[in-house]
């Protein structure tokens, strides 16, 4: 996950504690899509990351039949 952030060109001006909250989200996201396997689309929007927490503000799923 901290790869993942790391290629992202906003990334570069956040802190370790930034980047390992927002690690920490992804993971938990990828192991709720996992259990979901009928997830077909995720839209987050906004993210907000402040100095040591990441929230999801608004967040949009789709599921397949």
């Known amino acids: 996950a901290k790869e993942m952030i790391g290629d992202v060109k906003l990334a570069k001006g956040l802190g370790e504690k ?9 993971i938990k996201l990828s192991d709720f899509s996992y ?3 009928d997830l077909e689309e995720l839209d987050i929007n906004p993210l907000i990351v402040s100095h040591s927490d990441s929230v999801i503000v608004d967040a949009r799923m789709v599921f397949g039949w």
């Open 18 to 26: 930034q980047i390992e909250s927002i690690s920490q989200l992804l």
């Open 35 to 37: 259990s979901h396997k």
